[in-house]
């Protein structure tokens, strides 16, 4: 290596706030529900891989012990058949890895792209494109290596997050604040009516009044945030949201992070078809992560 490029490979490594977890596999395929957002990916990484402050991670595919540690064995086996069993298997495998290096401290915070996987995957069942938990095997796996530990998940998904109810119901190590349509407070496990329609204003307050104070009390180690933008005017979770809302709520919940958890924070892509949406807003909210 030339002194000039290890020079600069190891400030880089002293300096990174951000990984962001991707595979090229992504952008390869019309994905379940999400479709083709993914497709230019690839090609826009590699510019944001210039950038101060961010590392691009290409994460390998789970091994089937991580999965198991939250899926049903049968499960596990019938998904290995579907054509979209590897875009789960590596979204999976990038959540548990955001996690080991926030905790190795390699990295503060991750952006992580996830397909065929996601919030409403339960430990037997998984519908709406997501089919592999992202959150469950990260949590279960860091629990076993390292302890346990006190986690948030905040959900700002149009839809109810089943899975990740499902996966944690008995565990009162995880706080789940989930934005949708239900109201109602379980103990560590809340749900916030968003309404049918809203505006940004609206929803950031309530992100102020209904999840900042329960984050705040509860004192994680991490906040894992399953974001996704299906609620984008337009979108098929529309809630009258604006393209810049994402940014807002991005900005705002970071804040938070480093006010309550030492700025530990997972972004996990989720629902949302609007590839313009998603190209304007991911390249920003991976910016505002490196700040
Ligand atoms: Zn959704
Ligand atoms: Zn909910």
Sequence with gaps: MKRSTFLSTFFKILFVRVGVFFHPHFSEHDWPVIGRKYE????????????????????????????????????????????????????VSGTHMALKMIKEGIIDRAFVFSCAAGHHAERGSGWGGTYLSCCGPAIYSYWKKYGRERFAILDTDSHHGNGTREIFRNEKDVLHVCFCSLNKVDGEKIDVDVGLTTTDEKYLELIDHEFYPRFKNFKPYLLFHNFGHDTCRGDYGDRGLSEDFFLKLARKVKGFTEEVCGGRYIIITHGGKRKDVAEYIFPEIIRILAE
Excluded at 44 to 67: F, M, R, Y
Excluded at 70 to 84: E, G, I, N, Q, T
Aim: net charge negative; glycine share 4%.
């Design 40 to 91: 230019n990916f690839a090609e826009i990484l590699k510019g944001l891989s210039h950038e101060k402050n961010v590392v691009i991670v290409e994460p390998p595919e789970a091994e089937e012990d991580l999965i198991l540690l939250v899926h049903d064995r049968s499960y596990l086996d019938s998904l290995k058949k579907a054509w979209f069993y590897r875009g789960a298997s590596l979204s």
